[in-house]
C-alpha cells in the first residue's frame, strides 16, 4: 500500500486542517507531534504530511472561502497531493530577499517567469502553490515581496513565461 493513501485512510493528513473544510482541525502542536512521530520512523514519509499542509497553507491564509472549501477538503482527505515552488537556485535559505520569480498580472491570470527547483511532490502534485515576487520595488521581506500562487504542475517545469490561472487548478491526468 502507498503511504500516503496509509496517511489518508489514517486521517493524518487531516490533522492540520480545520474541520470546517473537512479536517480534524487539530492545533499546530498535535500537528507538529505527528510529523516528529512519523519521522522517528521515516524522515522522508514525514514530508509527505508536512508538505501537504505546507502547500495549502496559502489557500488557508489567503483563498477566499469558495477556494478553501474547493479545494481543502480534497487535501485534508488526502485525495488530492499538494506541493510548493519556493526555492530557486542561488537563494539558499534567504526565499524572501533574494527570490526572482516573478508573477505580473495579466487580466484574470499572472505571467510567471523564472524558475523554481526542488520542489517536493511536485511531480505527483494535484495542486502546486508558486511563490513569486509581485512588486519588486517594495521591501525585502516575505509579506512584502512574495505572493504565492496557485499552479497547475502538468505544465512543464523548466520553461518560463508560462500563463497559469491565478485559482487552483485540478492536475489533468
Known amino acids: ?4 493513501k496509509l496517511f ?5 493528513l487531516g ?3 480545520p474541520a470546517e473544510y473537512g479536517g480534524l482541525g487539530g492545533t499546530f502542536l498535535t500537528y507538529v507531534k505527528v510529523v516528529e512521530e512519523v519521522a522517528k520512523a521515516c524522515a522522508s514519509s ?10 495549502a497553507l496559502p489557500i488557508l491564509i489567503g483563498g477566499s472561502d469558495e477556494q478553501k472549501r474547493r479545494f481543502i477538503p480534497k487535501l485534508a ?3 488530492w497531493v499538494a506541493a510548493y515552488a519556493l526555492t530557486e537556485a542561488g537563494s539558499g535559505s534567504d526565499a524572501a530577499g533574494s527570490m526572482r520569480m516573478r508573477a505580473r498580472r495579466d487580466g484574470d491570470d499572472y505571467v510567471l517567469d523564472g524558475t523554481k527547483i526542488w520542489i517536493t511532490q511536485g511531480s505527483i502534485a494535484d495542486i502546486v502553490t508558486v511563490f513569486a515576487v509581485t512588486d519588486p520595488e517594495k521591501v525585502p521581506t516575505a509579506s512584502a515581496r512574495s505572493s ?5 504542475p502538468d ?4 520553461s518560463s513565461r508560462k500563463r497559469w490561472a491565478s485559482a487552483v487548478h485540478r492536475r489533468s491526468s
Not at 8 to 12: C, I, K, M, S, T
Not at 155 to 158: D, E, Q, T
Open 77 to 79: 482527505n488526502g485525495e
Open 46 to 55: 514525514a514530508l509527505i504530511i508536512a508538505v501537504q499542509e505546507l502547500g
Open 1 to 4: 500500500m502507498d503511504i500516503q
Open 148 to 152: 504565492s500562487r496557485r499552479a497547475r
Open 8 to 12: 489518508a485512510q489514517n486521517d493524518l
Open 15 to 17: 490533522v492540520p486542517f
Open 155 to 158: 505544465l512543464p517545469w523548466a
